[in-house]
């Protein structure tokens, strides 16, 4: 279902010196699957998820995305694709302050060109809690309450992966559970595989996989072995 070869991800430094970041020889998602991506912050698993999400272009090696290689597209069509097989749950939300809970999931139908499903948009408020919520805007609703809203737009197209980035970093500790368990039994029930990024042994002793970044990163090896 995803299977990246060979990846590698650089940035410049203002310098001017490129900070190698990825190096990744193999790396593989089945379909339905759900996995953890542990480690510590700042090691490169936020670079990751943009990479998978062609948010970030590698710079060299493949991103196999249902088949498909994200990297042979164009912008455009990486942003097609992204919003057709991708759902993206954010650390900070990012939900669209104007618009309601509502309007918030309806729009992320539109990335992917497709019509309003405004029946689907209030199924997933509902499986998320929030229909008596649904036409309030993000500042009428708790930080707790905006996550599950993003939960929703992510899997407003039915995608085939579904990426979480630290879901709960900015959810207080009474919540946290609550948003696992709906990111969880969401993709289960719609067979969506997951890649949940965190730092949080808590929440990685709940899934069977769990891949240390550290681990499948060679970069990381040799920064250990020079040590």
Do not use: W
């Not at 010196?17 to 490169?44: K, N, R, T, Y």
């Not at 272009?57 to 694709?81: I, T």
């Not at 309806?106 to 509902?126: C, H, I, P, S, W």
Request: charged share 20%; proline share 4%; with cysteine.
């Amino acid at each position: 279902m995803l299977q990246l070869e060979n990846l590698k991800k650089s940035y410049i430094e203002p310098n001017g010196h490129v900070l190698p970041v990825l190096d990744i020889p193999s790396f593989q998602v089945e379909a339905g699957e759900q996995m953890v991506l542990l480690g510590q912050s700042g090691c490169g698993k936020s670079t990751l998820l943009h990479v998978i999400a062609g948010i970030s272009g590698p710079d060299s090696g493949s991103v196999l995305l249902d088949g498909h290689d994200m990297g042979a597209l164009s912008e455009a069509g990486r942003d097609r694709y992204r919003a057709a097989k991708l759902g993206y749950v954010f650390q900070t939300f990012n939900l669209l302050a104007g618009f309601s809970a509502l309007e918030n999931v309806l729009l992320g139908m539109t990335f992917a060109r497709r019509r309003y499903n405004v029946k689907r948009a209030e199924q997933l408020l509902d499986r998320v809690g929030l229909t008596e919520r649904s036409h309030h805007k993000p500042a009428a609703l708790s930080v707790g309450e905006q996550q599950r809203v993003a939960v929703a737009r992510a899997l407003a197209n039915q995608p085939s992966l579904l990426l979480a980035d630290e879901p709960t970093a900015n959810v207080d500790p009474a919540n946290q559970q609550t948003v696992i368990d709906l990111i969880r039994e969401s993709c289960r029930e719609e067979n969506i595989a997951m890649i949940l990024v965190t730092h949080s042994m808590e929440v990685a002793d709940q899934f069977d996989r769990v891949d240390r970044l550290e681990e499948i990163n060679t970069l990381s090896t040799k920064t250990a072995s020079r040590s």
